[in-house]
């Protein structure tokens, strides 16, 4: 039985009709995760009146959602590398999707608190699967490019959200958001039915052999070769995080994804009150919202080609030292055109910046580890995601001036920039031989 590299064949081929369908369905997935992350931050001006709710609350609200998606992204990380990631992709977007919809119907808080938690669970499974997908689809001199562009869907779900905030809720209310989030259990049957599994799964070679055809069909292809993406290894999966001279590169991952994912959940939960607070109306606000999610898109695009023409280390580096600066900056009363500016500086530095890192992760780890590598990455994540809500809830409820806001969102932004100064230089010779290897850094 001849063994042959399924990422080899990936790497050099030209996009075809199945790298489209992979890019299209994690835009549009990804595009409902970041849909429901500025979901909250939306409407917390309205739940706030309407039900009466201190911030402090409503921002342990926020991270009681994110408990859900961090046991959601650890627990289908690991599984899915298992049991195959389309499997848990369908069953998170069916999760996610039941408990959205219900959540328009929450009369008090505590019913509202609780759907959120459930709705999270789903939702946290989703984006490193995703990730993993479109990294392993994705032919390799276009790779960060592709999972810039996939995830640049995350932002565009924000800038949904602000505009139809701003149409929406003065007439149908907070509810309406949460129906439109529901959407993608529509879409389901046929994700099953045209996303193509991850590469390769046992029991899955004739599947896998269909799909190089499509993508290579001059490639040599009989019943004596077998597809594989690296080879067999055994052991515990996150035991191997640590293994091999992984464990400082995997521990600093885990605090950069900590930090980071505590400023994007931070700034998309409580950017519109902070704007409010600041003497700005709600429709000015869910504007600033908009232009977060603006920043994040330009960003994630912009860097991901500088990443695959300078590396993604030294890109990363720029974005959350821009980012640190011009939370900074903004505790300083900037005009409206700079005011605008600053924040969708931190707009690129705070989602566009997770979503290259999410990127360099899947590229740094065997294809076989990689749902786990990631999975637990923004597992640890979570933790700081916690705490971006319930700190920004903290702040507003002290009645302090809301610069000291801003200044408290830069110390994590500097700390994901050192992080990254001590992330090591060269890969090991394990990770030179993996055929997903990319220039994450020069």
Known sequence: MKKVNISEIIDNSRFSKVHLTVLAWCIVLILFDGYDLALLGAIIPSLHLEWEVSTTILGFVGSLTLIGSLIGSLICG?????IGRKNIIVACITIFGVFTFANAFATNITQFAVLRFLAGIGLGGIPPLLVTLTSEYSPKKIRNLMIGIMFSGYSVGGILVSLLGIQLLPTYGWQSLFYIGALPLIALPFIMKTLPESLVNKGEQENAKKIV????PTYPLNDHTMLVTEMETTGVPIKRLFQDKRTKMTLLFWMICFMGLLLVYGLTTWLPQLMVASGFKLSSSLGFLLCLNVGAIVGSIIGGIAADKM?????????????????????????????????????AASIGAQNLNNACISTFFPSNMKSTALGTALGVGRLGAIMG???GGLLLASNGESYWSFIAFSIPAFLAFLAYACMPEKKTKEYASVSVKMSISK
């Open 389 to 391: 809500p319930t700190i």
């Open 213 to 216: 055809k499509i993508i290579n």
């Open 311 to 347: 590396g993604t280390k030294k890109v990363l580096m720029l974005f959350y030292f821009v980012g640190g600066t011009s939370l900074i900056l903004l505790a300083f009363n900037p005009t409206v055109i700079v005011l605008y500016l600053l924040i969708g500086c931190c707009g």
């Open 78 to 82: 690991v599984v899915a590398d298992k």
